[in-house]
């Protein structure tokens, strides 16, 4: 959970948590310069939205849990990795 409301360039504690495999819910503050696709790579939610959003992405199924940090892995290793770089 990342419900970033303020702050400057690219939140890089994302990148880990993403190449970690963790499911994350942020602000578009939070996803800020990653490039992240909401719904696919991550939740993003507005500050004023943000808990209505967390609520919804605890009660997803875990296979939705578990596809989201796929993705968003899959996504940091093609944009972010090293080897990618």
């Known amino acids: ?23 994350v819910v942020t602000s578009p503050v939070g996803a800020r310069g990653l490039g992240l696709e909401p719904g696919r790579h991550a ?25 989201l940090a796929l993705a968003a892995r899959a996504h940091v290793e093609a944009h972010f990795d090293w080897r990618a770089i």
């Open 1 to 23: 959970v990342n419900p970033m409301s303020g702050g400057s360039g690219t939140n890089v504690r994302m990148l880990d948590w993403l190449a970690a495999g963790l499911p």
């Open 43 to 67: 939740v993003l939610a507005e500050p004023d939205e943000f808990a209505p959003a967390l609520e919804r992405f605890l009660t997803l199924e875990a296979d939705a849990r578990e596809a």
